[in-house]
T-cell receptor
Framework: LAKTTQPISMDSYEGQEVNITCSHN???????ITWYQQFPSQGPRFIIQ???TKVTNEVASLFIPADRKSSTLSLPRVSLSDTAVYYC???????????FGSGTRLQVQP | NAGVTQTPKFRILKIGQSMTLQCAQD?????MYWYRQDPGMGLKLIYY???????DKGEVPNGYNVSRSTTEDFPLRLELAAPSQTSVYFC??????????????FGSGTRLTVV
């Protein structure tokens, strides 16, 4: 299983762009990179998924360099409601279950 | 479309009691999982299943049992509850990422307290 490393916590202000980087040095060829968001007392919720280069959806962008050993989740113009824990997962659930790390706790201030 | 449904939402058990946490999904996903999350921590995998009749241990299986008799249901059994099992339990289902799906779909969780 690819091990992931991400910052424990980050602080930001409303309206700013937030970038959370995840390191996954031993990512395998068939592994995808997926980010989840978790609010208190709720299960994690899918945000974005990618394999290489850049992926963008209505919520976030995911930047993946050519070597795929890291990835960056970018949240544009965060609001207070973006305060949550963000998890980076690497793997292919077609082969095995995935392990959640401790995640990055994002606190957005007014 | 209900997604992943967990019952009960809350439960208080006495030490030594047993209970079953129910999980059902209506998305025809082959893969199902049980995670536990202690306060302020990430999720730890208890058991998972890649299809009916097939289960496997995760990181923290001790004190738990599972069965998978149908594609839809994946109950988690706690035998002889202990205070260390006080946690929030999440069930999830998925299909392989390579099939163009969005990974895990989680239930809303069961908050269990053992006293």
């Amino acid at each position: 299983l690819a091990k992931t490393t991400q910052p424990i916590s980050m602080d930001s202000y409303e309206g700013q762009e937030v970038n959370i980087t995840c390191s996954h040095n031993n990512i395998a060829t068939n592994d995808y990179i997926t980010w989840y968001q978790q609010f208190p007392s709720q299960g994690p919720r899918f945000i974005i998924q990618g394999y290489k280069t850049k992926v963008t959806n209505e919520v976030a962008s995911l930047f993946i360099p050519a070597d795929r050993k890291s990835s960056t989740l970018s949240l544009p113009r965060v609001s207070l409601s973006d305060t949550a824990v963000y998890y980076c997962l690497v793997g292919d659930t077609g082969r095995r279950a995935l392990t959640f790390g401790s995640g990055t706790r994002l606190q957005v201030q007014p | 479309n209900a997604g992943v449904t967990q019952t009960p939402k809350f439960r208080i058990l006495k030490i030594g009691q047993s209970m079953t946490l129910q999980c059902a999904q209506d998305m025809n996903h082959n893969y199902m999982y049980w995670y536990r999350q202690d306060p302020g921590m990430g999720l730890k995998l208890i058991y998972y299943s890649v299809g009916a009749g097939i289960t496997d241990k995760g990181e923290v299986p001790n004190g738990y049992n599972v069965s998978r008799s149908t594609t839809e249901d994946f109950p988690l059994r706690l035998e002889l509850a202990a205070p260390s099992q006080t946690s929030v339990y999440f069930c999830a289902s998925s299909t392989p990422f390579s099939q163009g799906t969005y990974g895990y779909t989680f239930g809303s969780g069961t908050r269990l307290t053992v006293v």
